[in-house]
């Protein structure tokens, strides 16, 4: 296929105005919003725009639907924010103008995961103008913030069960197209980050017991969360070990350190930035509760007894729960069969289907494009996947709603 050919689509047409459109998690993505709410509209869709308000920022989701109102749908999902590319080094072309040489398509969202929303609302309009009588529904989740631990998705999960139970009855089984170069995860780890701060008292470093060094302290809040992970490893089953065959538990990561002024003063306060990546089976809230309770019997406390004004605190939380389907499912078996391959492991990262998994929609996550690319300088899919993908949801579609 030529690229003129590629560019004349309307494939192409679609995801070339997705990508336009600057959904950087932190800012507004009302004009891509209102860009689908249209184009679902056009085919036929009902759809229903769910508008919030982060920080200030106006965001929404979009759910829309076709078909009987039924239990047994099949729910398609994707996010519509993108990470940022200003500042990123690297880029040889505009993030915001999609480009293909031929071999690769360019762009902001090529892979994550704008293409696959295109193809999905692509394969959607084919598949309504050749079966107007859909058999079982078929359910669109679009969120945002998904890039920042999968917030839109967790607000929004907060209101679908009433949404399920007023409007349209709770879709059986959901496609997240996430980049997965068309590998089937059933699963994947959950996710939180957060600060750990220590506050201590500070002074001149010739008198250090007239302070309480948060520095120090943080030190032996570190051992008491290295002595956790230790405990994790003991957790480890087989089923995890299967999925994860590279880290099986629960894990901590220590991701940035800081704290005090000078070399000759004691530091009077200490921020570790770090994350969690919760296995299936374990909760952030039960790890991060028993973290909690070690840092203030072995720590807090004798600090407080110095000083009142001392403390360990968590700050800027966000998480996401784990995801775990079962491998062998009606859609899992329907997505082996239009890929051509099993359904093994679990994804080496997040996504909202740990949301939606978490109020019992079985999740399942494969899409154009590879783990790699997404969130770099240059990100791309090759051409293959965004002509095949296309097809790949039109067969997922019209076998779960429209055939027997
Ligand atoms: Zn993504």
């Known amino acids: 296929m030529s690229t003129h050919d590629i560019q004349s689509s309307e494939l192409w047409e679609v995801s070339r105005r997705l990508i336009n459109f600057d959904t950087v998690s932190a800012h507004s993505n009302l004009e891509a919003v209102e860009y689908l709410e249209d184009y679902l509209k056009e085919i036929g869709f009902t759809v229903k725009v769910i ?38 080094p690297g880029w040889k072309t505009d993030p915001l103008v999609m480009e293909t040489d031929g071999k690769r398509i360019y762009g902001r969202g090529t892979a994550d995961m704008k293409i696959f929303i295109a193809q999905a609302l692509v394969a959607a309009k084919q598949v309504v103008q050749q079966h107007q009588d859909f058999k079982r529904p078929l359910l669109f989740v679009f969120t945002y913030d998904e890039e920042v631990a999968g917030q839109g998705s967790g607000r929004l999960i907060k209101m679908l069960p009433q949404f399920f139970e007023e409007t349209f009855p709770m879709p059986e089984m959901a496609l997240i197209g996430e980049p997965t170069d068309f590998e ?16 201590g008292i500070g002074g001149h470093s010739s008198v250090p017991k007239k302070g309480m060094n948060a520095i120090e302290k943080m030190g032996d809040v570190i051992r008491i969360i290295t002595e956790i992970d230790r405990e994790l490893e003991q957790r480890i089953t087989p089923e995890n070990t299967q999925l994860f065959p590279e880290c099986p538990p629960s894990a901590f990561n220590f991701g ?64 996401t729960p784990p995801m775990k389907s079962p491998q062998q499912s009606p859609l899992s078996a329907l997505l ?12 080496p990262y997040g996504t909202d ?12 996550v494969c899409g154009p494009g590879a783990l790699e690319q997404a969130h770099q300088p240059n990100e791309s899919i090759p051409v293959e996947h965004f002509l095949s993908g296309q097809e790949k949801v039109e067969q997922i579609i019209a076998d779960w709603c429209v055939q027997d």
């Open 256 to 319: 940035i350190i800081g704290g005090g002024l000078a070399a000759n003063m004691i530091a009077d306060t200490c921020r570790l930035k770090m994350s969690l990546r919760v296995s299936p089976g374990d909760t952030s809230e039960e790890i991060l509760g028993t973290m909690k309770d070690r840092i203030e019997r072995e720590v807090t406390r004798k600090m407080r007894e110095f000083s009142p004004e001392c403390a360990v605190t968590i700050e800027n939380l966000h998480a």
């Open 336 to 347: 082996s069969r239009v890929f051509n391959k099993p359904v093994e492991h679990g994804a």
């Open 184 to 199: 089937i995860y059933s699963a994947h780890k959950g996710y939180a980050t957060f600060d750990l701060v220590v506050r």
């Open 51 to 88: 508008a919030d308000d982060v920080d200030g920022v106006k965001k929404a989701s979009v759910l829309a639907w076709f078909g009987p109102s039924q239990p047994g749908g099949l729910m398609i999902s994707g996010h519509i924010d993108v990470v940022p590319f200003e500042g990123q």
């Open 353 to 364: 289907a740990g949301n939606f998994q978490h109020i019992g929609i079985n999740s399942y």
